[in-house]
């Protein structure tokens, strides 16, 4: 059993900024990294929106670069995944792997959420390489190209907007006969020249060459097909916020995301912080993660101040 004061989960930018923080105020946090070691960003190319990277940078690269930065002021990472977590009573009791136990004065959550895909064969294989979860991330290289929306929610239509302004043709497939995205969203989208909503439509299958995406397979709701020419993918049909663990333990909302304290990470147990997607159903942006995750390592830093 380990008595630490800081125990981190999830190796996204908020955990990472969150064990550059702890460190940096002798907390000696110790990060284990779950599932997808440096979290979402590692499954995206290039990210060109995080300031501070002005021709841009590769997602495994910056968090190779935020795991070393947490590492340099001793951060302890580790490769393992949380299996339990008693947070009835401080510390905290968490189980990592199964086997290895902690005590935890406090606990940062920055697990992160997964993007939810259709599940078909084609779209995994072509993961990375026309199949993307994230526009804003992953738009830019789409310029003046066809593209393709799967979903009717806000994130779709903003997806599509954002696409719109950037691409030559984009196809929202649309599985009901309205969106069900705000009025305004509708409004925006059902008005965009070179946005076309397919409704009643769903993705039979994504087609493609070695190159990558090439078109996809659509069937209507009475079974009849059609095929699009698009060189891009765009799944926002939703994300899962990665809180099974914490059921029953924290307040979540009915998403699942864990409610934190307006303008703050304190979450509905005190010595429990969340950082990061896990607490953000809206923003979903690295720089805003970060963020978060710099705000839960000083809110633990205040409350260990405080039970002294
Ligand atoms: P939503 O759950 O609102 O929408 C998901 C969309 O994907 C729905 O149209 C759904 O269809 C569709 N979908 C789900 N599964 C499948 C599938 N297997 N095949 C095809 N389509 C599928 O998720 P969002 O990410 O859009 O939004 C999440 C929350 O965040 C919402 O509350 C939203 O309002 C909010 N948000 C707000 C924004 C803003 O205010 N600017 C921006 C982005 C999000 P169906 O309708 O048939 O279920």
Excluded: W
């Excluded at 499954?43 to 995080?50: A, C, G, Q």
């Amino acid at each position: 059993m380990e008595e630490i004061k800081c125990l981190i989960l999830g190796s996204g930018p908020a955990g990472f900024t969150a064990a550059i923080y702890a460190s940096r105020a002798n907390l000696a946090p110790i990060l284990y990294e779950g599932i997808t070691p440096g979290g979402q960003l590692t499954t995206t190319t290039e990210i060109e929106n995080f300031p501070g990277y002005p021709e841009g940078i590769h997602g495994t690269q910056m968090m190779d670069d935020l795991r070393r930065q947490a590492q340099r002021f001793g951060a302890d990472v580790r490769t393992g995944i949380a299996t339990h977590v008693d947070l009835s009573s401080r510390p905290f009791h968490v189980v990592v792997d199964g086997t290895k136990e902690f005590k935890a004065d406090t606990l940062i959550i920055a697990t992160g959420a997964t993007a939810k895909y259709l599940g078909l064969p084609s779209e995994a294989k072509f993961r990375g390489m026309g199949v993307s979860a994230c526009a804003t991330c992953d738009g830019f290289f789409y310029r003046q190209k066809d593209v393709a929306v799967v979903g009717g929610g806000d994130t779709a239509c903003e997806e599509a907007s954002y696409l719109a302004s950037i691409c030559r043709q984009v196809y929202l497939i649309v599985r009901k006969p309205f969106l069900r995205a705000s009025k305004a969203m509708q409004h925006r989208v059902l008005n965009t020249p070179n946005i076309k909503v397919l409704f009643e439509h769903n993705t039979a299958e994504i087609l493609g060459d070695d190159n990558g995406v090439t078109g996809a397979l659509l069937r209507d709701n009475h079974g009849v097909e059609s095929t699009i020419n698009i060189d891009g993918f765009f799944l926002a049909i939703g994300h899962h916020p990665v809180t099974e663990l914490f059921v029953g333990q924290l307040d979540l909302n009915d998403e699942g995301y864990i409610k934190t304290r307006p303008g703050s990470s304190h979450t509905s147990v005190e010595g429990v912080f969340a950082a990061g997607d896990v607490k953000d159903p809206t923003y979903r942006q690295a720089i805003v993660a970060a963020g978060s995750g710099c705000m839960a390592a000083l809110d633990a830093e205040r409350f260990l101040l405080e039970q002294e």
